[in-house]
């Protein structure tokens, strides 16, 4: 999922203009289970926004519980249609989701005028109602199959792919002390499984071509490709 | 001359260490940096002398700057090199361009990280880690660049790395100190260490690697010292008693205490390692009576 947390609300207002009508997007997948963008704050955004002397044109969550509104299809038919006056009327679209969810608007209200409603901060686990943690830094060339599947790449500060920097105290990363050392945790990990002779190989560089931005997939039901600086990868799922 | 060298003929290898000042080089040649000027203080008595790069991702004059200054001066810089502010190409390119200004000795390293220093905005790059720059140093002295490409006049320098005795789990940071032998490391300095049981331990585990060490020190300056380091920098630990010793002189006599217990530490271990990598942290003067403590022949 990708965690996002609002903005302070005078750094959201300040981006609105005077007699600016503003519709509300709240997300009601990802952005929900974070509180910050699913229906409760987004109509509360709505009243805040009005509190403040904005005018509000109007406010939705595509979808029910789950949907995307990343899903531009849905998003595009929920804009356009079901509150099309509302959308008509509005200046601009005040986004409560990620950075995706706001090029989605774009796109379905056919270049709408934006304002990101919410940081976004990382892709994570739903650990549990309250907590989200980050395990994957989506950079396209994963490596874990030899740290038991915890990713060096986010657990470690340095990115390291090798083992440890010799910084760790008491089991904590030097940079973040309240943090745990992310090699010893792999370290851990391997110990417990037995297979601690996966670190014993070497771990050549990044192909840093595969985290070029902007990247895209062609997705099928049969197969994939992804498309980076580093070229077009197609993989079947068939066979 | 590289350190290897002085190793292979079974010398107990000295090295010092200075860091860059926060600053340009004068351009009157007369005006000596301060990196230098200590540098030179310990020049009668060490074999060679570490440069900082950046060192706790403090901004400062660049480590090849400063290390081609000690060069001239007819001292043996060990140039110091980190992972943090270069990517792949920038490494690869400082390691040719000190080559070419006469540097025989580089150390390669992670580097601490930007949170620790005073750019804490800065980009972290760490676009390779520290097993991967010796690989790819490697390759350089082997004729080609990491990514495949012959290059011409392949470079020749002696590389060393680091390792931290004082780890836990100590199996792990030995795994990444073989791979690092397996990568290309010809030497390693350790992280300070102060107590003679957790270097003993160390050494038996890695004596197999045959591979040349030289023990950290981190020279002691007063109980606050000691008690900054053991809450501020990770993966040093300076035992209780060490600091009531500290403590127990005048702060006149911290100098002579502070060698003492340095010297004391080194002759201890120096029949286990193959010489002592000495960071005086400004205290350049003690660097003699401490080799003195420890019978160490000056140079």
């Known amino acids: 999922m990708h965690a996002t947390i609002q903005k302070p609300i005078d750094e959201i207002i300040k981006h609105i203009q005077p007699g600016e009508k503003v519709f509300v997007v709240g997300c009601n997948n990802c952005a929900w289970k974070c509180y910050s963008g699913g229906e409760a704050e987004t109509e509360m955004m709505a009243k805040r926004l009005e509190k403040r002397g904005i005018e509000v044109a109007g406010y939705t969550v595509p979808g029910p519980q789950g949907m995307s509104l990343c899903k531009l299809s849905h998003t595009r038919k929920v804009l356009l249609e079901d509150h099309a006056d509302e959308v008509k009327n509005a200046d601009s679209f005040l986004i409560l989701g990620c950075g995706q969810g706001v090029h989605t608007v774009i796109d379905a209200t056919d270049g709408g005028m934006v304002h990101p409603g919410c940081d976004t901060v990382f892709g994570g686990e739903t650990v549990s109602d309250t907590h989200i943690e980050e395990y994957c830094s989506l950079c396209g060339d994963c490596i874990i199959e030899n740290t038991g599947g915890l990713c060096p790449m986010t657990l470690c500060a340095k990115q390291l792919l090798n083992g440890p920097c010799g910084g760790a105290e008491d089991g904590h990363c030097e940079v973040d002390p309240e943090r745990p050392c992310g090699w010893i945790l792999i370290y851990e990990r391997l110990k417990k499984l037995g297979r601690l002779d996966l670190l014993d190989s070497y771990q050549p560089p990044k192909k840093n071509s595969k985290w070029s931005r902007p990247r895209s997939l062609e997705v099928s039901p049969t197969e994939a490709t992804f498309c980076s600086i580093s070229g077009k990868v197609t993989i079947s799922n068939q066979d | ?72 001066n007819g001292i043996e810089p060990v140039y110091q090199l980190t992972c943090r502010d270069r990517n792949r190409l920038a490494l690869q390119s400082d390691l040719l361009t000190a080559y070419s200004l006469g540097i025989d000795n580089v150390l390669l390293l992670t580097g601490d990280h930007i949170q620790l220093g005073d750019h804490k905005e800065a980009k972290p790059v760490f676009d390779l880690d520290s097993v991967q720059l010796i690989d790819m140093a490697k390759g350089l002295k082997r004729g080609y660049d990491i990514s495949g490409s012959r290059i011409e006049n392949y470079l020749d320098m002696a590389f060393g790395a680091v390792v931290n005795p004082n780890s836990d789990p100590l199996d792990l940071q030995i795994m990444k100190m073989k791979k690092k032998i397996d990568a290309g490391a010809q030497f390693f300095q350790t992280q300070a260490v102060y107590d003679v049981t957790v270097f003993e331990k160390f050494i038996k585990k890695v004596e197999k690697f045959n591979c040349p060490i030289q023990v950290g020190i981190v020279i002691l300056k007063s109980p606050q010292m000691a008690r900054f380091m053991n809450k501020n920098v990770s993966g040093v630990h300076v035992p209780e008693d060490l600091i009531e010793e500290i403590g127990s002189v005048a702060k006149e006599d911290r100098k002579k205490k502070s060698a003492e217990i340095a010297g004391r530490f080194v002759k201890e271990v120096k029949s286990i390692c193959q010489g002592v990598h000495i960071m005086p942290l400004g205290w350049t003067d003690i660097v003699p009576d401490i080799l003195e403590y420890a019978g160490i022949k000056h140079k």
């Open chain 2, 1 to 72: 001359m590289k350190l290897t060298t002085l190793f292979e003929k079974g010398e107990f290898v000295v090295t010092g260490e200075v860091g860059p000042i926060k600053g340009a080089i004068h351009r009157d040649k007369s005006i000596e940096p301060s990196c230098a000027i200590e540098a030179l203080q310990l020049h009668q008595h060490v074999h060679a002398v570490n440069v900082t790069d950046n060192q706790s991702a403090v901004m400062r004059l660049g480590s090849l700057a400063a290390s081609v200054r000690l060069k001239t």
